[in-house]
């Protein structure tokens, strides 16, 4: 592996770690499968704050709505201005809550 290689490796995984650093937490609010988009209600949100757009591409298979997702934000490709979720991946399922919700009572 030369040199140039190396550091262009070393540059790919800095920035992974950056990425996966600055993850964001929330709730999906709704998710339409058959337009391919949805919303995430970020953790903390404000009264006046929008919730996240969410488009397919960036959401793993198997999304709904209710489920617990970690996301980084990043730029809508249509409109620079806007902020969308991206590299969603779930970390908790509506059923988990259900359970824990039943064993506390």
């Known amino acids: 592996m030369t040199t140039e290689n ?6 790919n995984v800095e920035q992974e770690v950056e990425q996966e650093a600055v993850l964001d937490t929330g709730v999906v609010s709704k998710f339409i499968e058959a337009r391919g988009y949805g919303f995430i209600t970020p ?24 489920m617990k997702v970690t996301y ?10 806007d902020v969308v979720a991206i590299n969603v991946k779930i970390i908790e399922t509506e059923e ?5 919700a039943t064993e506390s009572e």
């Open 6 to 11: 190396t550091q262009e490796v070393e540059q």
């Open 43 to 66: 953790d903390g949100k404000q009264p006046m704050e929008a919730d996240i757009f969410v488009h397919h591409t960036e959401a793993p298979a198997g999304i709904k709505e209710g």
């Open 72 to 81: 980084n934000l990043g730029e809508s490709e249509h409109n620079k201005q």
């Open 96 to 100: 988990v809550e259900e359970t824990d």
